[in-house]
């Protein structure tokens, strides 16, 4: 399985977009030596109108990796008042898991070789299914490569590529020369456009 070539010490942070609007962050720590990497995960997000809060989102996740494969998946999500955990680690047989949602504890297995959605890792746009790093379901997607582009990220012109998934998760992603997660773009449950911008 090849691995994305993010550095091996690495701090990636976006700033959330909603139409254009700062809402929240995204931030990814990548630490550890290349065959065994941590990757700790932050989003906080909070959309206000007239000074109140009308929705709010915080997602904590951490993931563990031995020689580019996934052993262990942890997170802890508010989304808007829903509290939900997760917990996965790999046997020799799958990914087991166990998941927490309003409360109600959900087990699954899933093959050693999927990939958790949390979109970092370049290689995702080469399978068909991912993990929900929030409850742990899998998620069947459809992938379409549009090709090379060009984006303003951090103040530079950089060139990059874009791919578009659809299904059980839609996202535009673009990564640049180096694999490296630099814009997401998708709509959110009111119809709204959501980007995370590198930063």
Do not use: C
Request: aromatic share 6%; glycine share 8%.
């Amino acid at each position: 399985m090849g691995f994305t070539s993010v550095a091996v010490a690495d701090t990636l942070d976006y700033t959330v977009l909603r139409n254009g609007a700062p809402i929240g962050s995204h931030v990814i720590d990548i630490s550890g030596p290349d065959g065994g990497q941590t990757v700790k995960i932050t989003t906080k997000i909070r959309v206000k109108v007239v000074f109140l809060t009308v929705y709010h989102f915080t997602h904590v996740a951490e993931e563990r990796w031995r020689d580019g494969r996934l052993i262990a998946l942890t997170s802890n999500t508010n989304d808007d008042g829903v509290n939900k955990s997760l917990s996965a680690h790999a046997t020799p047989q799958d990914i087991a898991e166990h998941a927490t949602v309003k409360g109600k504890e959900i087990a699954y297995g899933v093959p050693l070789d999927t990939l958790p959605a949390s979109l970092w890792r370049e290689d995702i746009v080469r399978r068909t299914q991912l993990i929900n790093t929030l409850d742990g379901h899998v998620m069947h997607i459809r992938v379409t490569d549009l090709g090379a582009d060009r984006l303003s990220v951090r103040h530079h012109d950089v060139a990059a590529h874009h791919y578009r998934l659809k299904g059980d998760l839609e996202r535009d992603l673009w990564y640049d020369g180096a694999q490296t997660l630099v814009k997401v773009r998708f709509k959110g449950s009111d119809g709204s456009d959501i980007v995370y911008a590198l930063r």
